[in-house]
Every structure is written in structure tokens, then in C-alpha cells.
């Protein structure tokens, strides 16, 4: 289950050399999957093809759709922001209106009328827009349609909110105008999108506060396993271009080193050494979660992650528990180490560069 490197090299360029070997090997030897590139989880959906359609940046698609679905508005006007960011909202109103409206109730510019002139650019709503307070956002009102909404972040949260429910309404009220012939003074719009705000608010706080205990946050300290149990912190580095090292310590609830090793490739110590029962810790909160849940999917990263899963079955039990960066420091310097061979082990005992920081942690909870 290694790489034929020289059989590699001489059919790929460098580049490709380097992209191939990055690639993790499952010592299981699963079998080959056929995955989508464009998105994290190695899944298709129509949503990504939608945008790669479309040329869209997925980055900044990705960054639009967490920062809308944050928004404290109601999902239909986070839907409908959503629609507007992809350029899915519907379009046959805008071209009837060239043709059904005889009044100059919005001005339009160009052939046909757009959904961006009609929330941002008309005269009528260029006054909407002031006498809600909006006016800084709608300002920035240039540019792509994901970079418009994303510009919004700098503002205040009350602003955004206000902004959204703004253009909602401006979107719903061109619409009536379209279709039923029928508008909205200025004056009314404004003390809707007031009267939206303030509901959502008593809304969210009669829905959404419980007496719940909050989630516990991450210490900040390494704390000793519970007795009987064994905890491991790992931490990797990529100090060395080319080369990720490894740390990894082990500790009883006293504080004691029982195992302390450094690495340049991936290394499963903790079973060779006796410990059933283990708490895996680290500062990745991303790497926590995906093992809690289990959640494995079909990205180069979920082979990795499904090779963890399969070997923690070897144990009594395991637990996946995060620390801040702070309380992972041990293992964090061990990562650093350059071992004198491709691997190097500590028994009942750590390298004095990493003394000081296994005293700091032992301090600490006594």
C-alpha cells in the first residue's frame, strides 16, 4: 500500500508528482469511489453544479450562504436573499413590467429591467433606503451580487437586519406593483420593515431562550483523564516543507507521562503500548466533531478520517475531546521535534525540550 514513486515519476511533471504522493493510502485498502471535486464532502449536489454553471467562485458562494443563513430574519427573506445572490429569482415579472407599466413608478435603465436596479438603484427606492437608514449599504451597491451582500459583514447586526427586511419588502412590493397594479407609499414600507424587525425579535427571544445549560466550552488548560482512563493529545506541524510532523503524549489522571513520541508520517501508537481505555485530544475543533459524529463521506480527508474510526474499535472505549491550542502545547512542541530516524518513542518519560511545558499542565490542575 505505498506509492510506486518511480513509475510516478516517469509519466507525471512535478506537479502532478506532488499532488499524487500527497495523497493519504488507506491501510485498508478500500475500494475506488467515484466522487464530485467540487465540493468538500466529494458529494454532487445541484446547488454546486449550479454554480460551477454558472463560473460562480465557490469560495465566496460558500462564505455568501453562511453569512446569509446567520442573518437574524426569518428564512423566507434568507431564502430570498439566498435566490437573489444566485440570480434565481423569478425574471418573467421584469420583463412584463416594460411592457405593463405605463407609469414612471420605476424608472428603469436599459433594455430590460433587473432585479438588482429594482432593490438598489431606482429613484423610489433610493428614498426608501435613506429613510430606513440603509443608505451606507445600499451605497455599496456595485459589483458582483455575492460581493454586495457579503460587504454587509462589516455592518452592525441591527443594520443587516434591517437591510434585509428592506430589500424584501422593496422586492415584494415591485411585484404587486407588476402584477396587481397596486403600491406601497414610501412612509408604510418604512414602518413595515420596522414593524418586522421589532416581531422577529420578540419572536426569536419567546422561541429560542430556554433554561438549557449552555454548551460547554473547550478549556484552555490541559485537565488529568478520569482515573483508570488514559489521555493521548496529539498535534501535527508542517514546519518542514515536504514533511508533517507528529506529537503525541500520553498521560494517566496524575499527570504522569507514560508515552511520549514524534513522528514524520501519521504513527497509531496507543494500542502497541497496552491502553484500552483512551481520550483522544486535540485543538482541532473540525477533526472533534467529524470523529464524535462519525461523519465520514468520500473526501480525501474521510479515508483518513474512516481508517481512525476503524482502528478505535480496537479499544475498550474511546472519547474525542477538544482543547484550546493552550492546553495542547506538550503535544503541540513534541510535533516540532525533528526525531533523530523517521520515528522516535519516549517510555515513562518525555524529552527535557518538553519537560517544562508536562510540569506547566500538572501545575496547573493541582
Known amino acids: 500500500m505505498d506509492w510506486n514513486v518511480e513509475l510516478i515519476s516517469r509519466i507525471f511533471n512535478a506537479r502532478d508528482q506532488k499532488c499524487i504522493l500527497a495523497l493519504p493510502l488507506s491501510w485498508r485498502e478500500p475500494k475506488d469511489a467515484l ?125 443587516q437586519q434591517r437591510a434585509a427586511y428592506l430589500a424584501w419588502c422593496v422586492w415584494g412590493d415591485r411585484n404587486k406593483k407588476v402584477f396587481e397594479g397596486t403600491w406601497t407609499p414610501n412612509g408604510v414600507l418604512a414602518a413595515r420593515v420596522g414593524r418586522l424587525v421589532e416581531e422577529f425579535g420578540l419572536y426569536s427571544k419567546k422561541i429560542y431562550t430556554s433554561n438549557m445549560p449552555k454548551a460547554k466550552r473547550s478549556s484552555k488548560i490541559w485537565k488529568p483523564p478520569p482515573a483508570g482512563a488514559i489521555k493521548i493529545n496529539v498535534d501535527a506541524s508542517l514546519a518542514v516543507e515536504g514533511w508533517v510532523g507528529m506529537g503525541v503524549i500520553a498521560r494517566d489522571c496524575e499527570g504522569k507521562v507514560l508515552m511520549a513520541a514524534t513522528r514524520r508520517v501519521c504513527a497509531w501508537l496507543a494500542k502497541a503500548y497496552g491502553f484500552n481505555d483512551i481520550i483522544v485530544e486535540t485543538d482541532c475543533q473540525g477533526l472533534v466533531n467529524r470523529l464524535s459524529k462519525a461523519d465520514v463521506f468520500l473526501s480525501d480527508l474521510d479515508n483518513v478520517l474512516e481508517d481512525v474510526l476503524s482502528l478505535s474499535l480496537s479499544f475498550n472505549s474511546i472519547a474525542w475531546s477538544h482543547v484550546r491550542r493552550d492546553g495542547n502545547f506538550v503535544a503541540h512542541h513534541l510535533a516540532k521535534l525533528l526525531p533523530s530516524g523517521v520515528k522516535q518513542v519516549w517510555v515513562n518519560h518525555c524529552p527535557p525540550e518538553i519537560s517544562p511545558y508536562v510540569l506547566s499542565d500538572i501545575l496547573s490542575f493541582n
Open 35 to 159: 466522487t464530485w471535486a467540487f465540493s468538500k464532502d466529494g458529494l454532487y449536489s445541484t446547488k454546486n453544479a449550479y454554480m460551477l454553471g454558472k463560473g460562480c467562485n465557490f469560495d465566496d458562494f460558500h462564505q455568501v450562504w453562511v453569512f446569509i443563513w446567520s442573518l437574524e430574519v426569518s428564512p423566507k427573506v434568507r431564502h430570498f436573499l439566498w435566490r437573489f445572490c444566485t440570480g434565481t429569482l423569478p425574471t418573467k415579472g421584469l420583463l412584463m413590467a416594460r411592457h405593463m407599466i405605463e407609469e414612471a413608478f420605476y424608472p428603469w435603465c436599459g433594455e430590460v429591467e433587473t432585479s438588482f436596479h429594482a432593490i438598489f438603484e431606482c429613484v423610489r427606492v433610493e428614498e426608501l433606503w435613506e429613510d430606513c437608514g440603509c443608505s451606507s449599504l445600499r451605497a455599496r451597491a456595485v459589483g458582483d451580487l455575492c460581493e454586495l451582500v457579503l460587504s454587509w459583514k462589516n455592518a452592525s447586526a441591527k443594520l
